[in-house]
């Protein structure tokens, strides 16, 4: 638990990963849970996913050594956060109805969104994920 919840210290990458892994498979379940019931609920449990993202991102943004930490933290973790609350908002996104499920489509801001979200996980997790930490 002191994983995701003590800011103390800094991680190396098999930490990262198998954090990163657990947070993944958690986000994936409440995701498809939540998704059924409504696209708040859903971004609210991605913020409440957001607190041990944060201080595993943190941890692992140390030992790579990292000058202004909480910078690269806000760097890595506000893109997928605002595309996540402007999709629970319909800021970018359209309902529409499929095979008898209403699913929500992006538009051209809402694909603008996604795609720099998208960019930016790749870049951290090369980052953080495979890259060394200081010696």
Avoid: C, H
Avoid at 3 to 18: A, D, N, P
Avoid at 46 to 75: C, H, M, Q, Y
């Amino acid at each position: 638990m002191e994983l995701f919840f003590s800011t103390e210290g800094s991680i190396k990458r098999k930490q990262f990963w198998i954090g990163f892994v657990i947070l993944i498979i958690i986000g994936l379940l409440v995701s498809i849970i939540s998704a059924a019931i409504s696209e708040w609920i859903s971004a609210l449990f991605s913020l409440i996913l957001l607190f041990p993202a944060a201080v595993l991102t943190l941890k692992r943004l140390r030992d790579r050594g990292r000058e202004n930490p909480i910078a690269w933290l806000i760097a890595y973790l506000a893109p997928g956060t605002l595309s996540n609350l402007s999709q629970a908002a319909g800021i970018g996104f359209e309902k529409q109805e499929f095979a008898g499920v209403t699913v929500s489509s992006p538009t051209l801001l809402g694909t603008i969104l996604v795609t720099i979200s998208f960019v930016v996980f790749i870049v951290a997790v090369i980052d953080l994920g495979f890259l060394k930490g200081k010696e």
